[in-house]
């Protein structure tokens, strides 16, 4: 089955690090370019980072120095580093397949819930 | 703010068409391809229109998108109860850097 299945959410203090997950199934892994996109409860879509097929990533300014994207190709995997982490981090993180015939992001996981509080 | 401008509600009846409108600018819709996706409550996106107007396979033809200037459009006709969801607009921002979705709009089905 193609999906994609993220894990690593939880309850971090503020100030604290946290490492998310994503393990790819049912496609080449290392052909996509990979994405991260977080929701706050009630709020709308916010796009956080990507990595491309060469490694290369590229964030927003307003994550820039604080995420860090990466991916394990022989693993399948891909990772959010998430350090510093304040309470407007707290959202649902989805990692997102991007098709490159299409442009899109074609393949979304379930998300994992990232909690920031004391 | 969002770069992108969506209603932030909307709604139909059964049967219905109803529209809802994407406004950008020249750095984001004015120069890319626009994205629609489908939020149904509790779950993930999902993809429901690429390349302005294009549909993957398994979407139904009732959606439908379409683009003009740096305002796009997203047509839902023959409007279901299962079509009660969010609806997220999106693009690349060439100012930016970065990819960008609208707020978002919410379609209640009366």
Redesign the interface.
Known sequence: EVQLVESGGGLVQPGGSLRLSCEASGFTFSYYDM?W?RQATGK????VS?IGTGGDP?Y??SVKGRFTISRENAKNSLYLQISSLRAGDTAVY?CARR?PK?????L????TMVTVSS | Q?VLTQPSSTSGTPGQRVTISCSGSSSNIGNN?V?W?QQLPG?????LI??NN?R?SGVPDRFSGSKSGTSASLAISGLRSEDEADY?C?TWDDS?????????TRLTVL
């Open positions: 994405h996109v709308g879509l916010e796009w990507a590229n927003p300014g989805y098709n299409w442009g899109a992001f074609d979304w996981g379930q998300g | 969002s391809d994205y996706y779950t993930a996106p999902k993809l690429y390349r294009q993957p997220y999106a930016l850097f970065a990819w960008v979705f609208g707020g978002g």
